[in-house]
C-alpha cells in the first residue's frame, strides 16, 4: 500500500506502525454502558469461547427455555419455575432505556458470572465489539511487568468468581445459573498474551492505565467488605472511569505526537527531545485536567475525539509517504521508538516535504470533515462510548432513575437536551474514595482524593467544596470527618475500615 491508496480510504487502512503502537485505540470502541463493560469483562476473563455475538441467541434461548419451562433433564433446581421467572424478571432485571422499550432481549444486572452468557452484549446485532478486551489490554498496559499484570489479571478472575466468601443471595444465583448453564461453556481463568511495548517505560511516566491498575487491586482487596452486588456496583464504577479516561488519554496523546510531527516538519530549527524521560513528560504524560467537574462534558469529550481523528490521519500519511520514500519508519511500542521515529521525521524533511504531506493531509482533513466533526464513523462510535459509559442511565421508568449509581456524568437538568455535566454518583464516591486510601492507614485530607482523580484526567476545585455536589455526596455517605471552615483540609474516612 502506498500514500495515495491511503488517501482514497484513510480509515480502514491504518499504517502497522501506527495501529501496533502503544497509543493506538485497540478494540476502537463503540456504545457501552458500565453493565456492558462488566459483563463483557466476566467473558474475556472466565467464558473462553463465548463470543459476544452469541450472547443475545443464547439469552433469547434460555428465556424461551425458562418461559416454556422446557428445562433439560437433569436441572436440580429446588424452585417452581414460576419462582425462576420472577427472580429473571423483577430480581436481577436491569431497567431498559427508552430507545429500547420497542426491543426483546435479556437485560439483566451482571451480579453472577453466568448471567453475562445471556445478557450484556454491547449491540444485539451483527458482531458487536468486546469491550472485556479493552479492559485486559488496559491492565497490561497498566502494570509494571508481564508478570505484574498475569498476576493481577488471575487475581480478577477470582475476585469475580463466586466462591463461599461471597454472601448466600449471590452463592445461590450462581448455582442456579450454572444448572441451567449451555453445554459447552465453562468458567475458567482466562489467559494474557504478552503485549511486547512500552516494557520499562511504564515506570517514567503516569497515565490512566496506572492508577486504574492500582485501583483495580484496591476494589478487589475490599471485596470481603461488603455484599455482592454492592462490591459490583464498586467495581463498575471504576471500569467505567478507568476505560473512558484511557480512551482520552490516548486521543490527546496521538493529538500531541501529530503536533510535535508537525512542528518538525514545519520548522528546520525544531529540536527532538534526545532524553526519554523528557520526551514521556512532553507526549504521554496525562494532563490533570481532561474533564472538570460541574462544566459540560459532551464538548470537551467531542474536541477529544476530534483531534485523535485529525492527528491520525496526519501521522498515518507521515508513515506511508515514509514507506513510499524507501524509509519506512519501524515500530513504535516504546519511548526509544517514538524518539527514533522524530528523528527520522526530521532527517527526512525535505523529502517529505516534496511529497507534500501536509497538504495531503490538509485535503482529507476537508474530505472527511464529517467524520473528524463526529457526526458518523469512528468519532460518533468514540463519543457514544465516552458518553454512555460514564453518564447515569435514563431509564425508560422515571421511578428507575436511581438504579444507576455508579456514574461519573448526569443531567444537569431535567429537561432533554440539559447538558451532561460531570458528577460522581454515589457508587462512583465511595470508589474513589476508598481506592485513594487504599494502603494508607488513618485518613487524608480530600486533597489526596483530588491527586487521585488527576490520575484520570479529572479536575475539581477544592474551594467552595462544602457547597459543591461532591462536598454534599461525601458528608452524606461518612466519608469525611466534617468541618463547616475546613475545606479542602477536611479530611476523608476509609470506607470500608474494621
Same mark, same amino acid.
Given at each position: 500500500?502506498n500514500?495515495?491508496?491511503y488517501?482514497?480510504a484513510?480509515?480502514p487502512?491504518q499504517?502497522s506502525?501506527?495501529?501496533?503502537?502503544?497509543f493506538?485505540?485497540y478494540?476502537?470502541?463503540e456504545?457501552?454502558t458500565?453493565?456492558?463493560?462488566?459483563?463483557s469483562?466476566y467473558r474475556?476473563?472466565?467464558?473462553?469461547?463465548?463470543?459476544?455475538?452469541k450472547v443475545?441467541?443464547?439469552?433469547?434461548a434460555?428465556y424461551?427455555?425458562a418461559?416454556r419451562?422446557q428445562?433439560r433433564?437433569?436441572v436440580?433446581?429446588h424452585?417452581s419455575?414460576e419462582?425462576?421467572?420472577?427472580?429473571?424478571?423483577?430480581l436481577?432485571?436491569?431497567p431498559?432505556?427508552?430507545q429500547q422499550s420497542?426491543?426483546?432481549?435479556m437485560s439483566?444486572?451482571?451480579i453472577v458470572?453466568d448471567?453475562s452468557?445471556?445478557?450484556g452484549?454491547?449491540r444485539?446485532?451483527?458482531? !458487536?465489539?468486546?469491550?472485556g478486551?479493552?479492559?485486559?489490554?488496559i491492565v497490561?498496559?497498566?502494570?509494571s511487568s508481564?508478570?505484574?499484570a498475569?498476576?493481577?489479571?488471575?487475581?480478577?478472575h477470582?475476585?469475580?468468581s463466586v466462591?463461599?466468601?461471597?454472601d448466600?443471595w449471590a452463592?445461590?444465583?450462581?448455582?442456579?445459573?450454572e444448572?441451567r448453564?449451555?453445554?459447552g461453556?465453562?468458567?475458567?481463568?482466562?489467559?494474557?498474551t504478552?503485549l511486547?511495548?512500552?516494557?520499562e517505560?511504564?515506570?517514567?511516566?503516569a497515565y !490512566?492505565?496506572?492508577?486504574?491498575?492500582?485501583d483495580?487491586?484496591?476494589?478487589?482487596?475490599?471485596k470481603?467488605?461488603?455484599?455482592?452486588?454492592?462490591?459490583?456496583s464498586?467495581?463498575?464504577?471504576?471500569l467505567r472511569?478507568?476505560?473512558?479516561?484511557?480512551?482520552?488519554?490516548?486521543?490527546d496523546?496521538?493529538?500531541?505526537m501529530?503536533?510535535?510531527?508537525?512542528?518538525?516538519?514545519?520548522?528546520?530549527n525544531?529540536?527532538? !527531545?534526545d532524553?526519554?524521560?523528557a520526551?514521556?513528560?512532553?507526549?504521554?504524560?496525562?494532563?490533570?485536567?481532561?474533564l472538570?467537574?460541574?462544566h459540560?462534558?459532551?464538548?470537551?469529550?467531542?474536541d477529544?475525539?476530534?483531534k485523535?481523528?485529525?492527528?491520525r490521519?496526519?501521522l498515518?500519511?507521515?508513515?506511508w509517504?515514509?514507506?513510499d520514500a524507501?524509509?519506512?519508519?519501524?515500530?513504535?511500542?516504546?519511548?526509544?521508538?517514538v524518539?527514533?521515529?522524530l528523528?527520522?521525521?526530521h532527517k527526512?524533511?525535505?523529502p517529505?516535504?516534496?511529497t507534500r504531506?501536509?497538504?495531503?493531509w490538509?485535503d482529507l482533513q476537508?474530505?472527511?470533515?464529517r467524520?473528524?466533526a463526529c457526526k458518523?464513523?469512528?468519532g460518533s462510535?468514540?463519543?457514544?462510548?465516552a458518553q454512555?459509559?460514564?453518564?447515569q442511565r435514563?431509564?425508560?421508568?422515571?421511578?428507575?432513575?436511581?438504579?444507576?449509581q455508579?456514574?461519573f456524568?448526569r443531567?444537569?437538568g431535567?429537561?432533554?437536551?440539559? !447538558?451532561?455535566?460531570?458528577?460522581?454518583?454515589?457508587?462512583?464516591v465511595?470508589?474513589?474514595?476508598?481506592?485513594?486510601?487504599?494502603?494508607?492507614n488513618?485518613?487524608?485530607?480530600?486533597?489526596?482524593?483530588?491527586?487521585?482523580?488527576?490520575?484520570y484526567?479529572?479536575?475539581?476545585?477544592?474551594?467552595?467544596l462544602?457547597?459543591?455536589?461532591?462536598?454534599r455526596?461525601?458528608r452524606?455517605?461518612?466519608?469525611?470527618?466534617?468541618?463547616p471552615d475546613a475545606e479542602?483540609g477536611?479530611?476523608?474516612?476509609?470506607?470500608?475500615?474494621p
Open positions: 500500500m500514500l495515495s491508496e488517501m482514497d484513510p480509515w487502512n499504517h506502525s501506527f495501529s501496533s503502537s502503544f493506538s485505540v478494540r476502537a470502541p456504545f457501552s458500565g453493565e456492558v463493560l462488566l459483563s469483562l474475556a476473563s472466565g467464558f473462553d469461547g463465548v463470543s459476544e455475538a443475545k441467541p443464547q439469552g433469547d434460555f424461551k427455555t418461559e419451562d428445562r433433564s437433569g436440580a433446581s424452585i419455575p419462582t425462576w421467572k420472577t427472580v429473571l424478571d423483577r436481577v432485571q436491569s431498559k432505556v427508552a420497542a426491543k426483546r432481549f439483566l444486572s451482571p458470572p448471567i452468557l445471556y445478557s452484549a454491547a444485539l446485532q451483527g458482531n !458487536p465489539w468486546n469491550p478486551e479493552l479492559v485486559k489490554r497490561q498496559l497498566g502494570s508481564d508478570a505484574a498475569t498476576a493481577l489479571w488471575g487475581r480478577l477470582g475476585a469475580l466462591n463461599n466468601d461471597d448466600i452463592r445461590w444465583l450462581q448455582g442456579e445459573f444448572i448453564r449451555e453445554l461453556a465453562s468458567w475458567a481463568p482466562g489467559l494474557l504478552p511486547g511495548i512500552l516494557g517505560d511504564r515506570a517514567s511516566f !490512566p492505565a496506572k492508577q486504574f491498575v492500582a483495580l487491586d484496591g476494589i478487589i482487596s475490599a470481603s467488605s461488603m455484599t455482592r452486588r454492592q462490591w459490583i464498586l467495581l463498575e464504577a471504576v472511569i478507568g476505560s473512558v479516561s484511557h480512551i482520552l488519554w490516548i486521543c496523546v496521538t493529538d500531541r501529530w503536533r510535535q510531527v508537525r512542528q518538525v516538519l514545519e520548522d528546520p525544531s529540536p527532538v !527531545p532524553q526519554d524521560a520526551l514521556a513528560e512532553t507526549l504521554f504524560a496525562v494532563k490533570k485536567r481532561m472538570s467537574f460541574g459540560p462534558a459532551i464538548p470537551a469529550l467531542r477529544y475525539a476530534s485523535y481523528l485529525s492527528a490521519l496526519g498515518n500519511c507521515v508513515l509517504a515514509l514507506e524507501g524509509t519506512a519508519a519501524g515500530s513504535l511500542h516504546t519511548i526509544a521508538e524518539r527514533e521515529f528523528s527520522l521525521v527526512e524533511r525535505e517529505l516535504a516534496r504531506v501536509l497538504d495531503r490538509h476537508d474530505k472527511e470533515v467524520a473528524i458518523k464513523g469512528i462510535n468514540l463519543m457514544e462510548f454512555y459509559t460514564l453518564g435514563q431509564t425508560l421508568d422515571e421511578a428507575l432513575r436511581g438504579y444507576d455508579g456514574y456524568l443531567k444537569r431535567e429537561a432533554r437536551n440539559s !447538558p451532561w455535566v460531570l458528577a460522581l454518583g454515589p457508587a462512583s465511595l470508589a474513589m474514595t476508598h481506592c485513594c486510601l487504599h494502603e494508607v488513618g485518613p487524608r485530607s480530600v486533597q489526596r482524593l483530588a491527586v487521585h482523580l488527576s490520575s484526567g479529572i479536575e475539581f476545585d477544592l474551594q467552595g462544602n457547597d459543591s455536589d461532591l462536598g455526596q461525601l452524606m455517605l461518612g466519608l469525611v470527618l466534617d468541618s479542602s477536611m479530611l476523608l474516612v476509609p470506607p470500608f475500615a
